[in-house]
């Protein structure tokens, strides 16, 4: 099991919301057939983050769910 760390500051939630977005996404596209590999999303604790988040008036954002992507991607330009 990992250890797991709660976001605390606002820039952790951003980040939290954003990737769980994109996890979510590539765990969807894999189920339909889209894509192989990639990471594996724990799909409780994303959506339990999502949920959070927006509780606390966090959504996923453009420019974040693009900077997941790339990173997904192995781009390292910002």
Same mark, same amino acid.
């Given at each position: 099991?990992?250890?797991?760390?709660?976001?605390?500051?606002?820039?952790?939630?951003?980040?939290?919301?954003?990737?769980?977005?994109?996890?979510?996404?590539?765990?969807?596209?894999?189920?339909?057939?889209?894509?192989?590999? *990639?990471?594996?999303?724990?799909?409780?604790?994303?959506?339990?983050?999502?949920?959070?988040?927006?509780?606390?008036?966090?959504?996923?954002?453009?420019?974040?769910?693009?900077?997941?992507?790339? *990173?997904?991607?192995?781009?390292?330009?910002?």
């Amino acid at each position: 099991m990992c250890n797991v760390r709660e976001p605390s500051s606002r820039g952790e939630w951003r980040l939290a919301v954003d990737c769980c977005h994109v996890l979510l996404l590539v765990d969807s596209a894999r189920q339909y057939g889209l894509i192989t590999g *990639g990471p594996v999303a724990n799909v409780e604790r994303c959506e339990d983050i999502l949920r959070r988040g927006k509780a606390l008036g966090y959504e996923p954002s453009e420019p974040g769910i693009s900077f997941a992507i790339k *990173g997904l991607c192995g781009d390292k330009k910002p």
